[in-house]
């Protein structure tokens, strides 16, 4: 039997932007996040794009593409977070311990 490599998961920014749009209606992590997906996506809440239209995207709902949809998704999300961090810390207010 030949071991075969996974394929590569690619995601456009329009899956990109569902992921934050899930995100931002439900600031929770894996796997609440994952329901909170499955079911802006059998709504057709983001851009009227159900399953089909996502998995052309990029984003996948099946069991075996999970484990990298979950990854993805943290990816984002630390990313998003990191983000916001930064943005709320004014520059000039951080100071250095040794002037605390």
Known sequence: ?????APEHIITADAVE???FCYA???VGWPEL???MCAVASRGLFRGWGPDELAGHGIKFGLFEMPCLAATV???VAEDRARATAAAVPHGSRRSPATA
Do not use: G, L
């Open 25 to 27: 209606r439900r600031r």
């Open 1 to 5: 039997m030949v071991a075969r490599s």
């Open 34 to 36: 994952y329901d909170e």
């Open 18 to 20: 569902f992921i934050r």
């Open 74 to 76: 943290a990816e984002i």
